[in-house]
């Protein structure tokens, strides 16, 4: 049965101009990802994968080629346009968590829902932001700001944050790159768990090869070209890796 | 975004650095203040010129010889000439219906004596109706009757200051003062009226019968001013119109010549003080617009170092789908809220100022609703305008950028 896609690409190309020289960070990319796949892009810096994440996320544009996102075609969308459509389909999970200081993990979570134009009220966002602090454990630390959570509580309050808005892809951009090998199976076993239960897309940005077998498909980046597209063979299931971890010393 | 959510985000953003807003606010609140301490500094002002002209009688003209035009090549000044008479005065009783009461006056100065007192002060001849077209009770004793007028009787009218410094703690009437070795009988006192339209004290004073000063005091025949008070404060100005003409007819004036007299009103005399006000109001109002203006820069330059400071939260809103116009409308409502806040807190202060001025000086200060309103609308504004560049540089940052900015 053939699935829907969520995200194709033809002949992408991105160059910057720095001074005198121009780089050329993506050149030529054709790739398509199917609705509901978990997708692992590694690549060492410089490859050109972040430039590829940035314009999957609709943060920037391509020089040239195309971008279809759901079928439609958004190579040539202006900033606003955009906006509204990363606010409403695609959920970002950074590197360095990226939350609000001073600010409660349940207000960093409502954050997207302020722009999505919905005029949702303080109740209902409230509630859905709650209903996500849950499902990603942190139930009981609403209130606590980041500087009150651990590097692991303040990725998955990122990640529910990416989930608020109901988006059909969360493009995951070295989620696990501040954290600890524990944290970081826990972080993965969260967006294994959503792929699965939610059908959500997952495409993870990481130049960990390991960390890149929690994916079912891993494209390797080179030089602005992707050198390779495979499928994993023994796949990494973070939550059968959790149980057979020791016991954690202190739990945070 | 919902402008409560804009206005909700701007409150948290200002809380988190409460010194600081309130430093920058401080700015505005100055300038606030400033400005509406000098409008009511400047209402005051007006608001006792005012109750002066109501004192003096807002119905009175004045008609005075000579005039600020030339005659021939020589120039006159007011009261240098001798070219009304008591025939003019009479002439405008019957000629101008608009007059309600009519008063030659002669005027002089002297020093008044009495057995162990004396005083220097202004001499003001008049007629029975001089305190009528003045408007000016009589406290104690009678007013000068026309026989006295008639028959240049040697009686005479104290105002409020000639009668305290020359009989202190006592009842003048009946009581005898000796002007320029003349006996004057005094048959009553005047009520204090305070300073005249041009500021004069018009308590020091005294009155008594025109012709008395004419024949006996100064040996004169014609008169200083004619004034008058018209039937009510409309017709002040048709009256002084009226009086014009009909002087200039009687004096023989051509068309292309210049009067020989001044005609006044009430009003017109209050004007230079009015305007030496509003010049001053102007000044003052001109400084504290510059240190509104100035607190508007503070408001600009941190809110400058605001965006630079959260150039990652900035780059965070967008990657999460806030637009141009989301980032825009946060830092505007954020520079709108500081300066309203700013607004309101000036405006606390500046009735504070304006009433300790009254308090503490005894300058007169009104705060009208108006000048509060204006001085709200205008520190909002001074938020848009300052806001603005800040909010319109967070706004036009490149997200990638500003995610990535440490």
Redesign the interface.
Known sequence: MPRDVVVRVEELRKSYVVGDVTVHALRGVDLSIDKGSFLSVVGTSGSGKSTFM?IL?L??QPTSGRYWLSGEDVSGFD??RR??L???TIG?V?QNF?L????SALENVE??L???GK?LTAAERGARARGLLELVGLGARLDHTPTQLSGGQQQRVAVA?ALV?EPELILADEPTGNLDSRTSIEIMEVLQRLNHEKGITVILITHDTDIAQYAERIVSFRDGRMVSDTLVESRREAAREILELPPPEAEA | MKLTNILRIALIALRRNKVRSALTALGVIIGVASVIAMIALSSGARGAIDAQIQATGTNVVYVSAGSFGRTGAVRQGIGSVQTLTLEDAQALQEQVSTIAHLTPVVRGRGQAITGNENWATSIEGGNEDYVLVRNWPITSGSNLSARDVLTADKVCLLGGIVAQNLFPGEDPVGQIIRIKNLPFRVVGVLAPKGQGPTGQDQDDIIVAPYTTLQKKLLGVTYLTQIVVSATSPETVEPTAVEMTRVLRQRHKIQNSEDDDFTVRTVEEMAQTRVQLAQTMTGLLMSVASVSLLVGGIGIMNIMLVSVTERTKEIGLRMAVGARTRDILGQFLAEAVTLSAFGGVVGIALGVGVSRGLTGVLGWPTQVTPSSVAMAFAFSAAVGVFFGYYPARKAASLDPIDALHYE
Do not use: E, K, M, V
């Not at chain 1, 609000?100 to 600010?103: S, Y």
């Open positions: 940035n996320g943060l920037d900033r606003d906006a509204i990363r606010n409403r970002f950074f990226n609000l200081p001073r600010t954050l997207p302020l722009y999505n005029s944050r808005g």
